[in-house]
């Protein structure tokens, strides 16, 4: 009887060792040899496999009834509650990402967006005038870098 619980447990909770096994039940091994020559499983180890695997106590005993309290409909696995995951913040817009570096970058400095078809938008440094669009020439389609 004993040996039928245990290869029940084996074969669902694919721990095929009994130091695997004492591992997942936070006991010693020897415990698992001391619960054979006793020839029961212990209520402890019983609650731990429902916990962790949403195993049936009774099937591991007797293998009558469910393999699990808990799961799908087939029977082949508990079924975890999802975790929940909150949703990620927004994503920044062109234009806060543009204000938010001009905002580092400090007074009289400007970002200018380039873009895939060669458009460039400039915004004037004064609040007065309207932003320009227009097509960036090649020989001026360079990126300069000076330290001053």
């Known amino acids: 009887m004993f040996d039928d619980a245990m290869e029940r447990i084996r074969e669902t909770t694919k721990l095929h060792t009994q130091v695997a096994l004492a591992l997942c039940l936070d006991i010693r ?3 698992i040899s001391d619960a054979k020559r006793r020839g029961s499983i212990p209520d402890t180890w019983l609650v731990v496999l429902y916990e962790k695997f949403g195993l049936n106590p009774t099937w591991i005993r007797t293998g009558a ?9 087939d029977r082949t696995g508990p079924v975890q509650e999802p975790a929940y995951v909150p949703p990620p913040p927004p994503e920044p817009t062109v234009t806060e990402l543009k204000d938010a570096l ?3 970058l400090g007074a009289g400095l400007r970002v200018v967006i380039v873009g895939a078809q060669d458009q460039v938008v400039t915004t004037p440094a004064a609040p007065a005038g309207p932003a ?3 097509r960036i020439p ?3 389609n360079r990126e300069e870098v000076s330290h001053g």
């Not at 009834?65 to 409909?73: A, K, M, R, S």
Request: no cysteine; proline share 10%; net charge negative.
């Open 29 to 31: 091994q020897s415990s």
């Open 65 to 73: 009834g469910p393999v699990y309290l808990t799961g799908d409909p």
């Open 102 to 104: 001009e905002a580092r």
């Open 132 to 134: 320009r669009t227009g």
């Open 138 to 140: 090649e020989e001026e």
